[in-house]
């Protein structure tokens, strides 16, 4: 069956469904846009905003010893060009174990722990209360106005130059990342189901991955109206009950589901939060606007950016051991029995998404268990 925008599936069904008195509507969509809710505001980082990647490798050379003589030598020895950057050199393999170097990516732990900065000063970022408290240093949703607002990724990379921006201005990371994935990974789609979408009442909201990736016009702007078919692997498939009321789709029961969608190793390799939290609201130009809020693995972002390597700390994200200990110091679920060391971290996710037809493979869906 085809879903579609604001055709009903009488307007799909023609004759056939005339004897029905009640009609479900069914509007679906592809995303076109997704990335890392952030809000950063002046005065967020009192300590500062943690330097760019070209000052900052100076001050991993003096937290390790260097002297400022030895230091200028390996800067004037890198501008000679004359083989390797010494400076380099030492940055890859900065880690020590047992006395011995090792790569800083793969073994983040036996790095000096860089102690960068995070958000310490803003009171409002994008988010849901996840845990049902509300304290000191909770945010309110800007949005909302939702007071309780559980994003602590927001917080620990809120100082990264790489990661600051806004819905307006998405940052620098996400909008590469996005640049990559949007040809590169099949397209994730989203479905509403409800008796009359125009009108408020209960509905079903639906996730899935499709089996084509994001189609784009010759200006490389997302492309409607296109059909998708959506991929039968049951890891992708997400399906939540909720409510819309003037044209906003909560969920009815916010924390007790998870969210699952195959991604890409360049961000991950599975998109996936629990007590998943999301708003989903209908817009005039007939576009989805939705964020998506949970408790997410933190190791799942940590080795996508650490797969980059050199590469990525240095044209990417910066420092990356120094982003494992941030994610280490601000995770906030899901504790080690034995070390207590939490391994989720509350965060929130904004995504885009435009009309779209949507199809079923003439597959038979398969369950888990028969995997």
Not at 4 to 30: D, H, I, K, N, P
Not at 200 to 212: C, N, P, S
Request: one cysteine or more; proline letters at 6%.
């Amino acid at each position: 069956m085809f879903s579609y925008g604001r055709l009903s599936a009488f307007a799909l069904g023609g004759v056939l469904l005339f004897a029905q008195s009640a009609l479900a509507e069914t509007r679906s969509y592809a995303v076109s846009w997704f990335t890392q809710a952030m809000n950063s505001q002046a005065g967020d980082c009192p300590d500062g905003v943690n330097l760019p990647w070209k000052e900052h490798r100076l001050k991993i050379l003096r937290d390790y010893g260097f002297t400022g003589e030895q230091i200028e030598a390996m800067v004037q020895e890198e501008l000679a060009g004359k083989g390797r950057s010494p400076i380099q050199a030492f940055i890859v393999m900065r880690g020590r174990m047992n006395g011995q170097p090792v790569s800083p990516y793969t073994y983040p732990a036996t790095v000096i722990d860089p102690k960068l900065h995070y958000v310490k000063g803003a009171k409002t970022s994008y988010g849901f209360n996840l845990d049902g408290q509300e304290g000191p240093a909770s945010f309110i949703d800007p949005d909302t106005g939702e007071k309780g607002v559980d994003n602590e990724l927001s917080r620990a990379l809120g100082c990264m130059r790489e990661f600051r921006g806004s819905k307006a201005t998405p940052p620098l990371y996400w909008e590469w990342t996005w640049g990559q994935l949007k040809s590169n990974q099949p397209a994730w789609l989203i479905t509403i189901e409800g008796d009359d979408l125009g009108s408020d009442g209960d509905v079903t909201v639906t996730f899935d991955r499709a089996l084509e990736h994001l189609r784009h016009n010759i200006d490389g702007s997302p492309r409607k109206d296109v059909t998708y078919r959506i991929d039968p692997d049951p890891r992708s498939h997400n399906v939540y009950a909720g409510r819309i009321e003037d044209g906003l789709v909560t969920l009815t029961a916010p924390g007790t589901a998870g969210i699952n969608l195959l991604q890409d190793p360049l961000v991950a390799v599975m998109f996936r939060m629990t007590k998943v939290n999301m708003r989903l609201g209908m817009m005039s130009d007939d576009s989805l606007d939705v964020m998506v809020g949970g408790y997410q693995p933190w190791s799942d972002l940590y080795f996508s950016f650490a797969g980059g390597g050199a590469a990525n700390e240095s044209a990417s994200t910066g420092d990356m051991p120094g982003i494992y200990y941030l994610f280490r110091r601000h995770a906030d679920a899901d504790p080690d029995p034995a070390t207590g060391q939490n391994a989720s971290i509350s965060a929130t996710y904004y995504m885009r998404a435009i009309p779209a037809f949507t199809a079923a493979p003439n597959l038979k869906r398969p369950t888990l268990a028969a995997r």
